[in-house]
């Protein structure tokens, strides 16, 4: 892509309404983080249940 189409297609998107935008935006950051890795999802999930678990007791 050139300096000029890039520059056109920022104006474009600037153009657009701040929901669109924003919904650009998180579509871009996301095509920036590569792909997931299941396994680490997974760990995190189980993370997240065992703390709210032991929050839970704890509370009690």
Do not use: C, F, Y
């Amino acid at each position: 892509m050139t300096a000029l189409e890039l520059e056109a297609l920022r104006n474009a998107a600037m153009t657009l309404s701040e929901q669109e935008r924003a919904a650009l935006a998180k579509d871009l950051m996301a095509s920036l983080d590569g792909p997931t890795d299941e396994g680490v999802a997974e760990a995190w999930d189980r993370e997240i249940r065992r703390r709210i678990r032991s929050k839970t007791a704890h509370s009690s």
